[in-house]
């Protein structure tokens, strides 16, 4: 669970400093669930797509009938008539010369795929809140390190931008001159067939910039490579977690910010308060196991730590080990010393 | 496997050493020179600019770790401090190492490209053929030996002026044809054998020398020149030398048939023999022998008829005077002189330092 928060600051676009504050919105303690957002965005992405197909009729657009038997040609339907090439060729299977495809493909193939109301809004949520995290965010690659603050709040002065010189002004203002440095290098060209279907360009995917009126804004930061704009009202996952991944880089005016705790209901407004929804809950709280287990309150109610007896290893005889049996009768050290001594008076009384 | 955010430890990839994971971290750092202790606490997670502190850790190794012990103690893990000074470590290795290689001289490899290499060696020896060296040098030599700077030292290259006889060639050579006539008949066949083995340079040579000491014996009052020496002597081996090489150039010039007897009798008839033969092919051999005599004065008219014996004086008579006329040549008083004067220019010296070199 992401940490919670109770303010943002608001940033100035010119100054360096901090304009206002902001309450943080609820969403943003959502659970992160990145498998559900990659399941909701393979799924969504599909929705798009524009239906392709062979040609309904294709390569039966002949009247070919078998010869049969007897003839000394194989079975396959042929051409009738005379008089051209085509006459007596093959035709129909998907083997034969102006045959028709195996399996063609058809238009009515299952294009979208329906989901869940609850689980769209689920991940949209998820992201959002998963950009609120910082060290989701520096993991998706965005170079944040010079940033103020995450989630990034700017004025509302950003709305009504209409110079894109002054657009990236800004970019660079909030700290995102690497971020954006690091997008135009990225820029190369596609592998593949994508080039002659009008994709011939890859490029890394850079700041979202969530406005809530647009007066120039979409029109100044539209140009700068990377950059993506999205309207509160409609924050759409394909751009909130791209690829599936989640922690893009979402920078938001002051008044898209508060507008989020009015979409997800904490405050009520007609017509932008999504109906009947309640944020999720996370089953666990607190899922962070290690720091429960090691917290005090655990610790002190445990008891102590059984050590585990310590296993025999091979038997050593006191009798001849002389560290064993040191250890067991402490006094033999001395016994024996004096007892040397004694055979060395005998000894030498002898001589 | 490995970790490449530069905020790591250890380096590795895992749960326990990624910076991002942990919300309570801390690492080593080296930056220009100086080592820091980067910390990261869960209080500043939002505010990634100032997420990462730092503190300057001093190079002794005692009150470094004492530093990082202290402030470490109570919010970071064991394992995570002996990393940090493991890394400290480390650092100051890589330091140290560094330092040395600044102070000692660094091999840098640079490859050798083959395309590149070959064709400079070869422009190299095509520019060496074009500037002619050896040809260049010589004229410089002979333009500097024209205009005077060498004085009196090195006469013996010099062209020599022909004097005009009294006598006509022509008609000296009929009077020495007339006489032999009777030998030749004899002689010619075994001549003409012996003219078969021999080279046409070999006799044009024989030819020269011929002459030549026809010439030492004729004209008494003129410089002779080298007739025996060979021209890529020099000039400082004049006293000695010569006499030496006279004898090894007589004995290898002369035919196989006798090496050390040229001296006896055979030679007269060899001798005439040739000089009879030459006398007709000597239109012929002039163009060569032009080509070979540009320093050397030659008279090609003249003949020799004279037995060996007379021959023998001839050349220790011409020795004699040669050794006299050479010692003229290279005169160490007269250089001296020289030198005093101040008409040696110091071109000379250093010309006699780069013959050393070579």
């Keep these: 669970m992401a940490t919670v928060r109770p303010v943002a600051n608001v940033y100035s676009l010119s100054e360096k400093k901090a304009v206002g504050k902001v309450e943080v919105p609820v969403v943003f303690q959502t659970p992160i669930r990145n498998d559900l957002v990659q399941y909701v965005f393979t799924n969504m992405s599909k929705n798009t797509r524009h239906p392709y197909a062979v040609k309904l009729g294709a390569g039966y657009e002949t009247s070919a009938e078998s010869w049969g038997t007897g003839r000394a040609v194989a079975r396959i339907p042929r051409v009738p008539g005379g008089g051209t090439h085509r006459a007596g060729q093959a035709a129909f299977g998907n083997m ?107 490029i890394r995917k850079g700041p979202l910039i969530i406005y809530d009126k647009d007066s120039g804004i979409k029109k ?8 993506e704009l999205c309207k509160i009202t409609r924050l759409n996952l394909l751009k909130l977690a791209p690829g599936g991944s989640i922690g893009r880089l979402c920078i938001w005016s002051e008044s898209a910010f508060k507008k989020l705790d009015v979409i997800y209901g904490k405050t009520f407004q007609r017509g932008i308060t999504k109906h009947n929804y309640i944020l999720p809950k996370s089953i666990v709280k607190n899922a962070d196991i290690h ?27 006191a009798l001849t080990n002389y560290a064993v049996r040191c250890r067991l009768n402490p006094a033999y050290k001395i016994l024996r010393a004096l007892n040397i001594q004694k055979i060395k008076n005998n000894i030498a009384l002898k001589n | 496997m490995f970790c490449k955010n530069e905020y790591n430890v250890t380096g590795l990839c895992t749960r326990v050493n990624c910076p991002l994971s942990n919300s309570v971290y801390a690492t080593v750092i080296l930056d220009k020179g100086e080592i ?35 402030t470490m103690k109570y919010t970071h893990n064991k394992t995570q401090i002996k990393k940090c000074m493991k890394r400290y470590m480390r650092l100051k290795e890589i330091l140290k190492r560094t330092r040395k ?31 002619k060296i050896v040809n260049n040098v010589e004229l410089e030599l002979l333009n500097r030996l024209n205009t005077g700077v060498y004085g009196n030292l090195y006469k013996m290259f010099d062209k020599k002026k022909k004097k005009k006889k009294s006598v006509s060639e022509i008609s000296q050579k009929d009077m020495t044809l007339e006489e032999t006539e009777d030998n030749v008949e004899e ?14 340079e070999m006799e044009a040579i024989e030819s020269i ?121 290279v005169d160490n008083e007269y250089i001296k002189k020289l030198k005093e004067a101040g008409k040696l220019l110091d071109e000379d010296e250093e010309i006699e330092d780069m013959n050393d070199k070579f």
């Design chain 1, 96 to 202: 034969c010369r102006g045959g028709g495809m195996f399996n063609p493909t058809k238009i009515w193939r299952r294009w979208g795929r329906k989901l869940n109301l609850k689980e769209k809004r689920y991940a949209v949520c998820s992201s959002i809140a998963a950009s609120g995290v910082t060290s989701l965010v520096l993991a998706r690659g965005h170079r944040i390190s010079n940033i103020k603050e995450v989630p990034l709040v700017v004025s509302d002065s950003i709305e009504s931008l209409k110079k894109t010189k002054e657009a990236l002004k800004v970019l660079i203002h909030l700290g995102l001159k690497d971020e954006v440095e690091r997008i135009i290098n990225s820029k190369k060209i596609r592998a593949g067939k994508g080039k002659m279907r009008n994709r011939k360009f890859k």
């Design chain 1, 220 to 227: 100044a930061f539209r140009n700068i490579p990377g950059v």
């Design chain 1, 291 to 317: 720091r429960i287990m090691k917290s005090e309150n655990v610790q002190s109610s445990l008891l102590p730590k059984k050590h585990p007896y310590k296993k025999r290893t091979q038997n050593r005889n």
């Design chain 2, 36 to 70: 820091y202790l980067y910390l990261k606490y869960p209080e500043n997670a939002h505010l990634p600019s100032i997420m990462w502190s730092r503190t300057l850790l001093s190079l002794n190794k005692q009150t470094a770790f004492n530093y990082i012990y202290k």
């Design chain 2, 101 to 131: 290689m600044v102070l000692n001289k660094q091999l840098k490899l640079l490859p050798v490209k083959k395309k590149t290499e070959r064709r400079d060696s070869i422009r190299e020896k095509k520019a060496l053929k074009a500037a």
């Design chain 2, 187 to 200: 002689e010619s066949e075994s001549k003409k054998k012996k003219k078969k083995k021999k080279d046409l």
């Design chain 2, 209 to 329: 020398e011929d002459e030549e000491d026809v010439d030492g014996y004729e004209y008494d009052e003129v410089e002779d020149d080298d007739e025996d020496v060979d021209v890529d002597v020099d000039d400082d081996d004049d006293d000695d030398d010569d006499d030496d090489e006279d004898v090894d150039d007589d004995a290898d010039v002369d035919d196989d048939v006798a090496g050390d007897s040229d001296n006896d009798a055979t030679d007269d008839e060899e001798d005439n023999a040739d000089a009879n033969v030459d006398m007709e092919d000597l239109d012929d051999d002039d163009s060569d022998l032009e080509d070979l005599d540009e320093e050397f004065d030659i008279d090609y008219d003249d003949e020799d008829i004279d037995d060996g014996e007379e021959k023998k004086k001839q050349k220790k008579t011409k020795k004699k005077k040669r050794k006299e006329q050479i010692e003229e040549y």
